[in-house]
């Protein structure tokens, strides 16, 4: 869960060289973001985020290698293994917005009409020219929800909740008709139709 402000794109998985640059996996198409930022926010567990001002960032085989004007070496580098990265929703330009509300959709709780809990937003997905939701459900299952509004009632961001009504027959396909619960984690939200951030 993100404080007010900041939205989670990534995660430090280790340390690479003896510079001291920082392996991270990045969520969804984070990886553009990075060239558009100037700094970066290090979450550790407990603490608020620390700013950071960004160096070289280079590709690598699990991510991004990243250097930061405040890590000399391999030492300190290492205090920040495993910690998110940030970024503050006001860096990132109007051109990059749609990254970040994918972002932001990760981990949301859906629910369906009847008030029933589907499970959690897993990934968002354009590759096929249509925004598409992967959605795990609490029996485990992967259910596959084109975003359109025909099928997405609403969305709260700040709630970190969706309202969907899928297409008949999408569920069974799935075999997740029967998987839904009538308590998920949040309540349900009032569907107004509209996206709320």
Known sequence: MSEKGFVPVGKVIKV???KGELCITWYADSPFLIAQLSRIYLKTEGRHPRQQVLGQVRS?????LVSLESVQGRDQARQW???EVWVRRRDVPDSAAHLLRDLELLGSAVYLQSGGYLGRIESVDHRTGQEMW???TPAGREVLLPAVPEFVREIDVHRALAYVCPPPGLLELYDAQ???EENGPEPPPEPSGR???
Do not use: P
């Open 16 to 18: 690479h060289g003896l």
């Open 60 to 64: 690598h085989s699990k991510g991004l």
């Open 178 to 180: 029967d998987q839904t």
């Open 195 to 197: 996206e709320k951030r």
């Open 81 to 83: 293994l495993g910690a």
């Open 134 to 136: 992967t959605i795990a």
